[in-house]
């Protein structure tokens, strides 16, 4: 199979390891590589690009970009309203949204169950799209965005530290490599919301301890960080692209060849 990762700014992504070795697992031939595709050339050339490949990953700023060169989208990359895997098939491409599927078995795999809690993303970008969309389908009792610029939708910092109860994800990248001094909440409000909460997930990967699931290792709540998430999406990915059920197993093998 002849697979890529679309986007702008590749050169720090992990998709080419975890996918080569997901297809060496399988014992799968195939191919995946990066293409960066600068934003003036990105129709041309993504279109060029899809006639070449048999599937292909699409990450930021494409993922919304990509979906009116699909020819369908599946319920869930409609609702969320971005695409990150592509699937050809004799009727065309189909866009899939794999994060969420990624997001949901990273939960299950630290124990922490959404259904009937409340739930609360920090950030209001792409990533926070597909969250929301799984902590819902996990039922969620409510789920609330909040931002640094509240606006209808979501709340402030202030008000979500008041309020705080159940399950925080953090998908904004405060904490991330280059910013891993930073967290999204102020201790003032760490001290206020951690004793509330039931766990903490972030969807940084890289450093695979942050300033937040520090704090909320400290406090004695369960935490994790996103590589789980990472690897689950790409092998969801791959179910997509083979056809094929691959187990959950493979997960953390994945996970320790690419540890960073």
């Avoid at 509330?196 to 450093?207: H, M, Q, T």
């Amino acid at each position: 199979m002849r697979l890529a990762l679309m986007g702008e700014h590749l050169s720090h992504s992990l998709s080419v390891p975890i996918h080569r070795a997901i297809l060496r697992e399988l014992g799968i031939p195939g191919t995946y590589q990066l293409a960066e595709l600068p934003a003036a050339e990105f129709e041309a050339r993504a279109g060029a690009l899809m006639a070449e490949l048999d599937g292909f990953n699409i990450t930021i700023p494409y993922k919304r970009r990509i979906m009116p060169l699909l020819n369908a989208l599946s319920p869930g990359a409609t609702a969320i309203g971005a695409v990150n895997t592509a699937v050809r098939s004799e009727a065309g491409w189909t866009g899939h949204n794999t994060d969420a599927a990624g997001f949901a078995a990273m939960l299950r795999a630290h124990g922490m169950d959404p259904a009937g809690q409340a739930c609360w993303v920090l950030g209001t970008g792409g990533a926070s799209a597909a969250v929301v969309y799984a902590l819902r389908e996990l039922g969620a009792a409510r789920v609330t965005l909040v931002s640094r610029t509240p606006r209808e939708g979501a709340i402030g910092y202030e008000q979500f530290a008041a309020e705080a109860a159940g399950l925080l994800v953090n998908t904004t990248p405060a904490g991330m490599f280059g910013q891993r001094d930073r967290c999204p909440l102020t201790q003032a409000q760490l001290r206020q919301a951690l004793p509330r909460l039931s766990g903490v997930a972030d969807l940084i990967y890289n450093p695979p301890e942050t300033p937040l699931t520090a704090a909320a290792r400290r406090a004695g709540i369960p935490a994790c960080t996103g590589l789980h998430m990472l690897v689950a999406q790409a092998v969801e990915a791959q179910r997509l692209w083979q056809r094929r059920d691959i187990p959950d197993a493979l997960i953390p093998a994945i996970m320790k060849e690419v540890a960073l």
